[in-house]
């Protein structure tokens, strides 16, 4: 399996502050992505890079910014955090050069915004 | 535009017992589609991906999942449940960039 890490695990925050997650990963894949979990939603795309410095929005991505300067980190920044922000984030990385061969997650950080 | 529907948010059923969870997919070409578990607290878990190379697929722990184009299904079935099966089961969809399309999931409930 991938070698894919999250950082923190948890987190509290309070609201207005800047957070940001980190994902790395230890077999230089090129697709990673950032979901968020929620209740009753699944998980929804956030961000989503296709190479170092090349990144695109998913379907939630208001109030999060990401960067990826190296192939194996990905971080996303809750630029201001706000209440609606407590979740669950899940990185994802593409397990081959195709989309067949499946996605591999991380462990998940619980975030919660007081 | 692509979706994902889990027919059931909740499903429980007797250990020993087979095993249903429903999902249909809108998509426009041909998916990939995957089921995923997770465990309370835990990350998520392949148990098995349709690739139109076979239109059943065998997974782990024996789940497997038939995918049926006419109908735009890929239910996802096991003959005999078992306690450890207590999870919540997503259906998993592929697009554009790789970008994975999730349904809301199932939560599946394993009584003695």
């Not at chain 1, 950082?7 to 957070?19: D, F, I, L, Q």
């Not at chain 2, 990350?43 to 065998?58: D, E, H, M, N, P």
């Amino acid at each position: 399996d991938a070698g894919i890490t999250q950082s923190p695990r948890h987190k509290v925050t309070e609201t207005g502050t800047p957070v940001t997650l980190r994902c790395h990963q230890t077999e230089n894949h090129r697709y990673m992505y950032w979901y968020r979990q929620d209740p009753g939603h699944g998980l929804r795309l956030i961000h989503y890079s296709y190479g170092v410095k090349d990144t695109d929005k998913g379907e939630v991505s208001d109030g999060y910014s990401v960067s990826r300067s190296k192939t194996e980190d990905f971080l996303l920044t809750l630029e201001s955090a706000t209440s609606s922000q407590t979740s669950v984030y899940f990185c994802a990385i593409r397990d081959s050069g195709t989309a067949v061969d499946g996605y591999t997650f991380g462990s998940g950080t619980r975030l919660t915004v007081v | 535009a692509q979706s994902v529907t889990q027919l059931d948010s909740h499903v429980s059923v007797s250990e020993g017992t087979p095993v249903l969870l429903r999902c249909n997919y809108s998509s426009s070409y041909s998916p990939s589609l995957f089921w995923y578990v997770q465990h309370p607290n835990k990350g998520l878990q392949l148990l098995l991906k349709y690739t139109s190379a076979a239109t059943l697929v065998k997974g782990i722990n024996g789940f497997e999942a038939e995918f049926k184009k006419s109908e735009t299904s890929f239910h996802l079935t096991k003959p005999s449940a078992h306690m450890s099966d207590a999870a919540e089961y997503f259906c998993v969809l592929t697009g554009t960039a790789s970008k994975l399309t999730f349904g809301t999931g199932t939560r599946l409930q394993v009584t003695l």
